[in-house]
C-alpha cells in the first residue's frame, strides 16, 4: 500500500494519526504553493488552513488508489482563484494587462540580451506579475500541467490562458534581462 | 536587431517549451539559426524556463513554530470533524460553520449517517450525503447569501 493509500484509509476510517500524517506529507507543499500563488505570508497561512478544512470535508468521498496530490492542488488553486477574485484589487494588475496597459518595461524582446539573472530576481520578477499570470505559468511550469489542465483548473478558456503564458513569460525574460 | 516579420516571440517561447508542431519546429528552429535576436530570446527562455521548473525548495518556507501551530489547529478541527474556522472568518462564513456543524450532527444523532469518530468501513463512509444534509446545506446557502446581501 502506498503512502497516499495508507493515509487515505487511516483518514477514511476516522483515524487522527491518518490526518496527522497527511499534514507531514503535504502541509507545507500545500502551504508553498499557496504562497507562490497569492505572495503574501499570512493570507498563504490561511488559505493553507482553508484547504486542508475542505479536504476534510471531502475526504470520505475520495476514490482511494488515486494520488492525493493533484487533489490537494486542485483545492488549493481554487481556494487562492477564491481568494485573489475576492478582492477586486489583487486582480487589477490582470485587468490592466487584459486592456493592454501593461507596466513600463514592455521593450522590444529582441533587444534583451540574454544575461544571468539570480533566483531573487526571478522570485521579484514573479512576483510583479499579475496574480491570474502568476498562477498560469506556476501551473504549467511548477505544476507541470498542460495548456488544458491549466485552462480547466482556472475555469478559463484556453486561448486566455495561452495569452496569459505568452505574455507572462516575455514580462519575465524582459525584465530579467533588463536587470542583469 | 529589431523584430522582422518572421520573428515571433510567441513561436520562439513554443519552440523552446517543445509545443510545436513538428514542420513548425523545423521552420522556427531553421529560423532561430540565422537570426540573432531569436537565438537570444531562444536562450534567454531556455534559462528561464529552467529555473520556473526548479524552483529553490527554501523559497516559502514558513517559521516551524507557524507551520506547527497551523497542523494543532487543523487537528482539532479534525477531532471536530472538519468545523475548524479560519481566523479573520466572516459573519457569513460563522453561519456557514454553525449550519454545517448543526447539520453534521442531525444525521448522526438519528442514527441515519455513521459519525466520523466510529470506525466504520470504507465504502459505508463514502455514501452520499442524506437528505436532511442536502436540505441543510441549501438553507444554509441561503443565509450565506442574506449575510452577503447586507
Not at chain 2, 516551524?64 to 487537528?75: C, E, G, Y
Not at chain 2, 438519528?110 to 466510529?118: I, K, Q, T, V, Y
Amino acid at each position: 500500500m502506498s503512502d497516499d493509500e495508507s493515509i487515505l484509509d487511516l483518514c477514511q476510517r476516522g483515524r487522527p494519526e491518518g490526518f496527522a500524517r497527511l499534514l507531514l506529507a503535504y502541509q507545507k507543499r500545500v502551504y508553498q504553493r499557496a504562497y507562490s500563488f497569492v505572495r503574501h505570508r499570512e493570507d498563504a497561512l490561511d488559505l493553507t488552513q482553508e484547504v486542508f478544512l475542505r479536504s476534510i470535508r471531502g475526504m470520505p468521498s475520495f476514490t482511494p488508489g488515486r494520488p492525493l496530490w493533484p487533489w490537494l492542488r486542485r483545492i488549493t488553486t481554487n481556494v487562492c482563484l477564491n481568494h485573489l477574485r475576492s478582492k477586486p484589487a489583487l486582480l487589477s494588475l490582470d485587468q490592466a494587462w487584459e486592456r493592454g496597459e501593461e507596466p513600463a518595461g514592455g521593450e522590444d524582446p529582441a533587444e534583451a540580451a540574454v544575461v544571468a539573472w539570480n533566483r531573487e530576481q526571478l522570485q521579484a520578477a514573479l512576483e510583479r506579475l499579475p496574480p491570474l499570470h502568476r498562477m498560469a505559468v506556476i501551473l504549467r511550469h511548477q505544476e507541470g500541467l498542460s495548456y488544458d489542465e491549466v485552462a480547466r483548473g482556472m475555469d478559463l478558456p484556453l486561448g486566455t490562458v495561452k495569452t496569459y503564458l505568452f505574455r507572462a513569460r516575455q514580462k519575465l525574460r524582459i525584465e530579467l534581462s533588463a536587470q542583469g | 536587431m529589431a523584430m522582422s516579420f518572421r520573428c515571433d516571440d510567441s513561436l520562439v517561447q513554443l519552440y523552446v517549451e517543445g509545443a510545436l508542431e513538428p514542420a513548425e519546429r523545423l521552420l522556427v528552429g531553421a529560423h532561430i539559426r540565422i537570426c540573432r535576436a531569436c537565438q537570444q530570446g531562444a536562450a534567454a527562455y531556455k534559462a528561464l524556463l529552467w529555473d520556473l521548473e526548479h524552483p529553490e525548495p527554501e523559497a516559502a518556507e514558513l517559521p516551524a513554530a507557524q507551520l506547527q501551530a497551523l497542523s494543532d489547529r487543523l487537528m482539532e478541527a479534525w477531532e471536530q470533524g472538519g468545523t475548524g474556522q479560519a481566523p479573520g472568518r466572516t459573519p457569513a462564513r460563522a453561519i456557514w460553520d454553525f449550519s454545517s456543524l448543526w447539520l453534521r450532527s442531525v444525521p448522526v444523532m438519528l442514527g441515519s449517517a455513521p459519525a466520523r469518530r466510529r470506525e466504520q468501513p470504507v465504502a459505508k463512509q463514502q455514501e452520499p450525503d442524506g437528505w436532511m444534509t442536502r436540505v441543510g446545506h441549501g438553507l444554509g446557502r441561503l443565509l450565506v447569501k442574506g449575510v452577503r446581501r447586507r
